[in-house]
């Protein structure tokens, strides 16, 4: 919270005005208890005067009452008491006299002016609680940040008697309203530079008081309250304000929880929708395909006497269409990791194998290819599931054959590092024309924004993630190329003690 006091010339004033009335109070019951002459004794007199100080507190404070005691007490010896028109006591039990009336008046004073400020702020806390109920009742019904702002300050504003205004984030986290002078100060205590000063208000100074609305890990907008009297703790305006911005923070943390949660539903039937339409073409797609594939390849086997065009041709066919079916699994299978973990079935298995394996699929598929290998010996086996790792070496390749030249070459190095094994695919095509971390994203598109990819790449990091491996993509620094990095831990091999006899 933070107070930035102004100066306030008016308590001088409020103090002449109030020296003034009790003076005019004193004369006036001087003038009435005169005009009686010695109809009444001094005694009702002294009565007469003591219930001035009591209206005087009644009407006007404790300082009032104060000052009328003196100043009747005064009057009172001055006019009443012998010698007259003087300060001079004949009769020294007039004294006792004078000092019981100084002590009832301020007493009595003091006291109605205790009372009068007990009912005031009985009245006025009672004025709060009522504010404080409206306003919860107004922020249940809220439905943006705009009802928020103005349900906040219709209910406040009539409790606290002091000019109020509140800044809040809305959806796009901007603070409104801008239109306001208090902006700078506004952002500072957003940003949290400007801190909460410890030492009490000047209490001849007047205050602006910025209590930030927040939660335990956000803050989401400040309240203001200005010309506030510097009593502020004392009448409970202050934990009032305070009350009131707890209660605004609730409110927009709920908007916030509530847009959150429609717009999880939202994604979750997206996401549904999706993978519904996605796996119903697939299977469809994939009964044809197969069929396809089944008829080239059997007429290129039966079919002993066919021209070297034809036998091309049918090849092409097939090649073609593993490819196709290739992306179909690729579909099926993030459908698949998106609805659930992947299933792995772990084994002890050397690295050279499984990218063997994944090379000889894809020389099938792409037969004038050139796949160099580089693998360290001091690689030990590995822990990992045999059929995934070989679906990420295949689709990693199939990546670098897509995004470069068909007369470059593809390289895989697989080597130890301390605590893990890298493996390393890399490509000499013009390189990543956008964001590498954004390929690994489902559906992301590639250098050809015609040509969807990252299916295959999104799979990769899934499969990898749940090896708990990393893996990332980057350009390499001369620009020929580009190389997507496995790592893999090395996890320590049990020991199998053989009895052999």
């Known amino acids: 919270m933070m107070k930035i006091p102004n100066m306030n010339a008016l308590s001088i004033r409020a103090l ?26 001094y005694a009702n007199i002294a009565m007469i005067f003591l219930l001035s100080t009591f209206l005087a507190a ?14 009747n007490v005064a009057f009172f010896d001055f006019f009443f008491v012998a010698p007259l028109y003087s300060f001079d006591v004949e009769d020294l039990q007039y004294l006792i006299t004078l000092a019981v009336m100084l002590i009832i008046g301020l007493i009595t004073g003091n006291f109605v002016s205790s009372l009068k400020e007990k009912i005031a702020d009985i009245t006025r806390r009672a004025s709060m609680s009522l504010a404080l109920q409206n306003l919860s ?32 984030l809305n959806e796009e986290e901007i603070i409104i309203p801008q239109n306001t002078q208090h902006i700078e100060q506004v952002m500072a205590i957003m940003d949290g530079s400007v801190a909460t000063p410890p030492s009490e208000p000047d209490p001849n100074l007047e205050c602006e008081i910025f209590i930030p609305i927040q939660s335990d890990w956000k803050k989401f907008g400040v309240l203001l309250a200005k010309d506030l009297s510097p009593f502020s703790k004392k009448d409970g305006r202050e934990q009032f304000l305070q009350t009131a911005a707890d209660l605004i923070a609730l409110a927009v943390l709920k908007l916030q929880l509530a847009r959150s949660d429609e717009a999880s539903k939202v994604e979750a039937a997206t996401e549904r929708l999706r993978s519904a339409i996605l796996s119903s073409l697939s299977h469809d797609l994939r009964t044809p395909l197969t069929k396809i594939i089944g008829l080239a390849e059997e007429v290129q086997s039966k079919a002993a006497n066919l021209d070297v ?11 073609q269409g593993k490819r196709l079916s290739n992306k179909i699994n690729n579909l099926l299978e993030i459908v698949k990791l998106q609805t659930q973990k992947p299933t792995l079935e772990k084994a002890w298995q050397p690295i050279e194998e499984v990218i063997g394996t994944s090379i000889k699929y894809f020389s099938s598929l792409f037969p004038y290819r050139k796949v160099e290998i580089s693998i360290d010996p001091e690689i030990p086996p590995l822990y990992f599931d045999e059929v995934l790792m070989e679906r990420v070496i295949y689709n990693l390749l199939d990546n670098a054959a897509k995004y470069s030249g068909p007369d470059s070459v593809i390289e895989i190095n697989a080597r130890r590092r301390k605590e893990f094994v890298e493996i390393e695919v890399r490509d000499y095509g013009s390189g990543f024309t956008k964001s590498p971390t954004s390929l690994f994203k489902a559906f992301a598109k590639g250098d050809n924004d015609s040509v969807v990819g990252g299916l295959g790449l999104a799979i990769c990091k899934t499969i990898i993630d749940s ?20 790592q893999l831990p090395l996890i320590s091999a049990p020991n199998f003690d053989l009895d052999l006899e």
């Open 58 to 71: 009644l009407a006007f404070g404790r300082g009032a009452a104060v000052v009328s005691a003196f100043l």
């Open 16 to 41: 002449i005005k109030t020296i003034s009335l009790c003076f005019l109070i004193a004369m006036g019951v001087t003038a009435l208890c005169w005009s009686f002459g010695g109809f009444i004794d």
């Open 309 to 319: 065009n034809s036998n091309h041709t049918l090849t092409t066919i097939a090649n």
């Open 137 to 168: 009742q107004g922020l249940f019904k809220a439905q943006n940040i705009e009802q928020v702002i103005a349900t906040s300050l219709t209910s406040l504003q009539p409790a606290i008697k002091a000019e109020l205004s509140m800044y809040l």
């Open 467 to 486: 090896h708990g491996g990393t893996i990332w993509a980057e350009n390499v620094a001369d620009g020929n190329g580009a190389v997507v990095v496995i």
